[in-house]
């Protein structure tokens, strides 16, 4: 049963929520600077004269300018229309009155079915506007009048802003909210482009919906000053309610209003409250109110600023003032990259901005920056939709060729300071990203974070601010400090003699400096403590220098009272067991957080995230560690570091597995039934092979390699149905390759499943293979082809020692020894002529097919004849490893040493081979992943046939650097590009100019082979 409370009661809620509401929202005098950029170089007559009237302004197509929306929309207009299609049978919902009631009831806000009728109606205008054939005309009516029969278009939170402070909307007081005014926004637009067709249909429709704009929008900005954010009379602090709300206005106003007084008037009004907002705003261009509300504070300000210079013909504008570019590129210098951005107060770690909102804001104020950014957010298949914001959405499409076209160049400085909102952030080139804030306690959206920093890790948080929860009654009211997530414990701040931070302007931080010489950044944090703490000076300084950052903590005391205790918020796993470092990691990336364990004992709180607006971010929880000092004194000085450390093997593992189980499901999609990946073209197009190229089988062994790993019943069918495909080629050995294309699709299947199903082709391709041995050169013929100029007789590749293990495979299966035998054959002959005293070996020996004689020892894909092309040598150390483990003959060990101490000595710092060890334009060379991956599985196999601990851990470190490398960035594709490969730059052929710096099937195959090698999931 719900507790039933009295009206009085309620009543003295919503007002203390109400004053809280905008106690959250002021501050105190020093940050307010009356500037009132707007109305000191305008005035109200220029505005009347300049203002366009009649919608003469709009810069967008009409709707019956068909080809004009062709071109407006362009590849995307499809897109558009399919999305309305799917809103075509949208079923509308209704706003209930117990909906608003359960906001006074338990503080829910429930306005899910709101937003969900808004994006239908979004769709389906958007859809008409692009079609043109009425086809959605009869879904947006309905939509129409759901909104002109709801009673209050309000968010269900914000129906207190009315005279009786309650949840239900009275019916002639309209509240003009945030979610008002979207709603307007959409509704005007609709009006606008429809209202001749809908006349059409009946005019009731377009008279009734311009009543309900006009009451509900229009008469409540021109007669009710009752709303805050409106700050009308009084000179006040503000948020982001006020660009945003004024934005929205605008909108209706320029869209509805034609009579020039009256909308002169309306335009003057939010001029002026607009400019209380820029009053409000820092002169260095940060937002206050965290990153995440950028979109809706710097972000709805450009839009007003847009429209208003749209509405006047461009005489009304400051667009081309250096504070509205500074208040831009906030947005900008905050992003630490894929998808992760600075966060305090009640902003998201998670965002970074609309690319088109960005893009737009960047050409209008000539910011390079904010364009650079803006592209390198950009994805091409995106439909750049602001859902109910639709001039945004209309405004995105006007400038999407502009955006596609714009070089996606963006990094960030080794600083930003901004001195007036007191936040800073660092950065080095080894990909340490901090940021840091002093600030006061009653800033937008306020947490008690004075002093607060947030540490990244190659752009993964590691020290993190874990932001808000979901907005419930009690974020704004005065129980809002109760909640865990606003209080100073849960922020990277000291609780000193045992007292936490409280809120208020009064306690802030003092004295901050950002010194860039020393890359170091301070302030004394004390007065952010109430008195009972006896704190006289606490200064917190963050130095970036040397790879490590530098925590230091200098503090003097009144009195001693209890253990001061330092806190760090993380996330994922979290290490204490050693005394004196802490072992953070999160997402593939660690970092080791050092204090003198003589001063501290440290312990961890576990945080389980129930709210979803949490977990969905940091998962289903974050830890709080608690340093907390082993004696009382009243001065002294704590010093932490953090450093970052190398990326786990299993979290690389786990990285990597993710990404190519997602990349292998994409490439499924785009194949045929005979064909499987094989490359890229020049121009980055994706190349298929059919069944029958000698790469075919490293797709389906690299999807049963994705599944060993995950388990994922979808990777294991896709898997079982291209094996599948190469059933047919079993029989027909037309070279060498068929143990590449059987052994790695059918002979991983039955390896990992042990399913006896799959083992008839892998004895009927050995045998096939087995004929292509003749007795007299005592190698598997290659090639039939006669290579350079007719003269190849019995080509053989040093590639050919791969398939010897199809061979092994069909004789442990079957029993037949003479597979056996032949391997080993051809692994003794090719040991004899293929490989020059220093262990590089030939790419190809040609023999005499009936003395055996060798007649040419050659390199069709490397370099020289006498060079060592890389994957040549890898092909070498892979097949010599295998051949020791499958038949335990001591030469062949001792060859693959060899081989591996060879290529040890010769590659590159990063473990990833130039593609010709002996290409002349070294170190400018290209490098092959491929041969990097090959030797790297080759390695791992070879550290558990030695004997020797110290060669075996050398071969371990050889292989894990390379395929660390292969991990990063440089070589690891993100999803979705890439053609779905997963590995990027390997080299098919430079000499015959084929696959050169592409993706390459077989790369991603051993680069997962060596992963699951390591973790010691195959053998």
Request: aromatic share 12%; proline share 4%; net charge neutral.
């Amino acid at each position: 049963m719900k507790k039933q409370i009295s009206v009085k009661k309620i009543q003295r809620i919503f007002c203390a929520a109400a004053l809280l509401f905008s106690g959250l929202s002021a501050a105190f005098a020093s940050v307010y600077t009356p500037r009132y950029l707007l109305t000191t170089k305008y005035n109200k007559d220029q505005v009347r004269q300049a203002l366009i009237l009649n919608q003469q302004w709009v810069p967008f197509p009409a709707y019956g300018d068909r080809a004009g929306w062709d071109a407006f929309l362009g590849e995307k207009k499809g897109a558009f229309i399919q999305a309305g299609e799917k809103k075509l049978d949208y079923t509308w919902r209704v706003i209930k009155a117990t909906d608003y009631l359960e906001y006074e009831r338990s503080g829910a806000r429930l306005d899910g079915d709101k937003s969900a009728n808004l994006s239908a109606l979004a769709s389906l205008l958007m859809a008409e506007l692009a079609e043109g054939k009425g086809r959605f005309l009869d879904p947006i009516i309905n939509g129409i009048y759901v909104f002109s029969e709801s009673t209050s278009w309000a968010n269900t939170a914000h129906n207190p802003l009315q005279k009786s402070r309650r949840a239900i909307q009275a019916w002639d007081d309209p509240v003009f909210d945030l979610t008002a005014g979207t709603t307007s926004n959409l509704l005007s637009w609709t009006y606008y482009y429809l209202h001749d067709a809908l006349d059409q249909v009946d005019p009731e429709i377009s008279r009734r919906l311009y009543h309900e704009l006009k009451r509900r929008i229009l008469d409540v900005f021109l007669t009710n000053d009752s709303f805050w954010w409106m700050v009308r009379g009084k000179e006040s602090h503000t948020n982001n309610w006020t660009p945003w709300c004024n934005y929205n206005a605008l909108n209706a106003f320029m869209l509805l209003e034609n009579d020039p007084d009256r909308l002169a008037d309306a335009v003057w009004l939010s001029m002026q409250s607009v400019d209380q907002f820029l009053n409000s705003c820092q002169e260095d261009g940060a937002c206050e109110e965290g990153s995440s509300y950028w979109d809706r504070a710097a972000g709805s300000a450009y839009d007003y600023l847009d429209v208003l210079s749209l509405a006047t013909g461009g005489k009304i504008t400051l667009l081309g003032h250096p504070m509205i570019r500074d208040l831009g590129e906030y947005i900008a210098r905050s992003y630490v990259g894929n998808g992760w951005v600075v966060n305090f107060a009640d902003a998201s770690a998670r965002g970074g901005g609309s690319p088109d909102l960005i893009y737009r804001f960047g050409k209008d104020v000539d910011s390079e920056v904010l364009k650079g950014y803006a592209a390198s957010l950009y994805r091409p298949e995106s439909l750049l939709s602001s859902g109910a914001d639709f001039y945004r959405t209309l405004a995105a499409q006007a400038v999407r060729k502009e955006l596609a076209a714009q070089d996606p160049v963006f990094e960030h400085p080794a600083y930003t300071w901004y001195p007036d909102t007191d936040v800073c952030y660092l950065t080095d080139e080894d990909g340490l990203f901090v940021a840091v804030k002093g600030g006061y306690n009653n800033e937008s959206h306020n947490h008690n974070d004075c002093g607060t920093l947030s540490c990244y890790v190659n752009t993964i948080p590691l020290l993190i601010d874990v932001g808000v929860g979901t907005y419930t009654r009690q974020t704004f009211s005065r129980e809002r400090y109760t909640i865990w997530t606003m209080q100073s414990d849960y922020h990277n701040v000291p609780k000193i003699n045992g007292v936490s931070q409280r809120f208020g302007d009064q306690y802030k931080a003092s004295g901050s400096a950002f010194d860039p010489a020393r890359m170091t950044w301070s302030t004394d944090i004390s007065k952010a403590y109430p008195e009972e703490a006896r704190v006289r000076k606490w200064v917190r300084s963050c130095t970036l220098k040397d790879k490590q950052l530098t925590i230091k903590d200098n503090f003097i005391l009144d009195k001693a009272i209890a253990p001061n205790v330092i806190n760090f918020m993380t996330w994922g796993n979290v290490d204490i067991s050693t005394p004196g470092v802490i072992r953070l990691a999160a997402k593939g990336q660690e970092a080791l957080l050092r204090y003198d364990p003589r001063q501290f004992s440290a312990g961890v709180e576990t945080k389980e995230l129930t709210d979803t607006r949490l977990s969905r971010v940091w998962g289903p929880q974050v830890y709080r560690v608690s340093l907390t000092a082993k004696s009382l004194k009243v001065k002294g000085s704590y010093v932490f570091t953090v450093t970052p450390s190398t990326e786990p093997m299993d979290a690389l593992t786990e990285r990597v597995f993710d990404t190519a189980k997602a990349q292998m499901i994409l490439m499924d999609s785009r194949l045929g039934d005979h064909q499987m990946p094989r490359t890229l073209d020049e121009k980055g197009q994706f190349v298929p092979s059919d069944l029958n190229w000698w790469c075919s089988g490293f797709y389906p062994g690299s999807l049963w390699y994705v599944w060993k790993y995950t388990g994922d019943p979808l990777v294991r069918q896709l898997a079982e149905k291209n094996t599948l495909r190469l059933d047919g080629i079993k029989h027909v050995a037309r070279d060498h390759d068929i143990g590449f294309q059987i052994n790695c699709s059918f002979g991983n299947a039955l390896r990992l499943t042990g399913e006896e199903r799959w083992a008839e082709p892998v004895v009927t391709a050995a045998n096939a293979l087995a004929k292509r041995f003749t007795p007299a050169t005592g190698v598997i013929r290659s090639w039939n082809s006669k290579g350079r100029n007719g003269d190849w007789r019995y080509p053989v590749i040093i590639d050919n020692m791969m398939n010897l293990e199809l061979l092994m495979e069909g004789w442990r299966l079957s029993g037949v020894d003479s597979l056996k035998a032949i391997a080993m054959t051809h692994a003794n002959t090719t040991m004899q002529h293929h490989f020059r005293p220093d262990y590089t070996t030939f790419h190809v020996v040609d023999y005499d097919p009936v003395t055996g004689a060798v007649r040419h020892q050659q390199t069709a894909q490397g370099y020289s004849d006498a060079s060592a092309w890389a994957r040549g040598q890898a092909w070498g150390l892979y097949g010599y490893t295998m051949m020791a483990d499958k038949t335990g003959d001591a030469s062949y060990l001792a060859q693959a040493h060899a081989i591996a101490a060879m290529l040890m000595s010769r590659l590159p710092a990063d473990g990833v081979p130039y593609w010709d060890l002996d290409a002349p334009d070294i170190p400018n060379a290209l490098r092959d992943a491929s041969a990097g991956a090959i030797i790297a599985s080759a390695l791992v196999k070879l550290s558990q046939l030695t004997t020797d601990p110290g060669l075996a851990g050398s071969y371990l470190d050889q292989a894990r650097l390379t395929v660390r490398t292969l991990a990063s960035p440089e070589y690891l594709a993100p999803v979705g590009e890439n053609g779905n490969f997963l590995l990027r730059h390997s080299v098919g052929s430079l000499p015959g100019n084929s696959e050169v710096d592409v993706p390459l099937s077989y790369a991603d195959y051993y680069f997962l082979e060596a992963l699951l090698r390591l973790k010691g999931m195959i053998q």
